[in-house]
């Protein structure tokens, strides 16, 4: 008997990049920034991206949208910074999509938007291969995750634009070592842009809303 072999993550995957395609083209067309923040739960994606909507809010128009199991928590963060933002519930997926994302910029006024933050679902694995029209693809660890988190997750930091590790500050009370996370995303990824953040370092705040409007 014939039988065949029907690689069909191949196929979902192949399906997803050429609608991914489609979206940053239809982004491209209005003149949209779009950035996919990746990073595990808890890692500090929602508070970067509420500084860089404080402090880029003021020399371009920016909206969210937020991707998560139970999206309307962190979107209704944002919301209160003044800004368009779309909760996008994942149900069971750990990840956004193409698909997700197509049905979504279908209901926004793209023509309004200067950047568009996409916020992944927490997650290091599953957002990996999932494309979703953006034009930066950004992965945020935190220290409190353990030193070892980089080489845990080697796919998502090749396939990332820029790496960065939050939460410096406390890296010392967690028995954190931030200089050999920088050295294991640099195994990984040799030229990636590396940006070490605190919340309560001004500085480091400013340099990752720089290091976001040096790709605008």
Known sequence: MLMHVINVGHDVLKANDMLAEKNKELLDKNGVFAINIMGAIGSGKTTLIEKA????????RIA???????????????????ITTIPVNTG???????NLIENVLSSMNLRDIDILFMENVGNLICPTDYKLG???????????EGDDIVLKHPMIFRSADVAVIHKTDIAE????????????V?????????LLTSIRDTESIEQW???????I
Do not use: W
């Open 53 to 60: 909507i404080e402090i880029l809010g003021d020399h371009y």
């Open 64 to 82: 969210v949208i937020a991707g998560d199991v139970v999206a309307d928590m962190d979107a209704a963060r944002f919301a209160k910074l003044g």
């Open 92 to 98: 069971r997926e750990c990840h956004l999509d193409a």
């Open 134 to 144: 953006e034009h930066l693809r950004i992965v945020i660890v935190s220290v409190t």
């Open 173 to 184: 009370a967690v028995y954190a070592d931030c200089e050999k996370m920088e050295r294991d």
């Open 186 to 194: 640099r195994q990984l990824n040799p030229n990636i842009p590396i």
């Open 209 to 215: 809303c720089s290091k976001i409007s040096s790709y």
